[in-house]
């Protein structure tokens, strides 16, 4: 049974930083790129940042560049999103997905919740 679990959301003030986690189970970590979408209320779901299966390769939206970093551990099959210099325009459910395709989207997790507000 696939599992993709984030944790790490939470409420901070505008300039703070969040990391968020997605713990994958029951399918092969390693081969497989991982991603960070994030959906706004009444907005679409948007890509925020993905990452090979090595780690080599990383996107990220242009509205996050330089702010934001994704990592992954393979060891302990999960994914990382850095979140730092928050904005209250990143307030949103972040979600993680996998894929065996770089640009895919095969599993989902359930979301964290990120807020930025004073």
């Known amino acids: 049974q696939v599992q993709l679990v984030e944790s790490g959301g939470g409420l901070v003030q505008p300039g703070g930083s969040l990391r968020l986690s997605c713990a994958a189970s029951?399918?092969?970590?390693?081969?497989?790129?991982m991603s960070w979408y994030r959906q706004a209320p009444g907005k679409e779901r948007e890509s925020v940042a993905r990452?090979?299966?090595?780690?080599?390769?990383?996107n990220y939206a242009d509205s996050v560049k330089g702010r934001f970093s994704i990592s992954r551990d393979n060891a302990k099959s999960t994914v990382y999103l850095q979140l730092n210099s928050l904005k209250p325009e990143d307030t949103a459910v972040h979600y993680c997905s996998g894929s065996i395709r770089y640009f895919g989207n095969d599993y989902w997790g359930q979301g964290t919740q990120v807020t930025v507000s004073s």
């Open positions: 990452i090979d299966p090595t780690g080599g390769r990383t």
């Open positions: 029951g399918f092969s970590f390693g081969t497989y790129a």
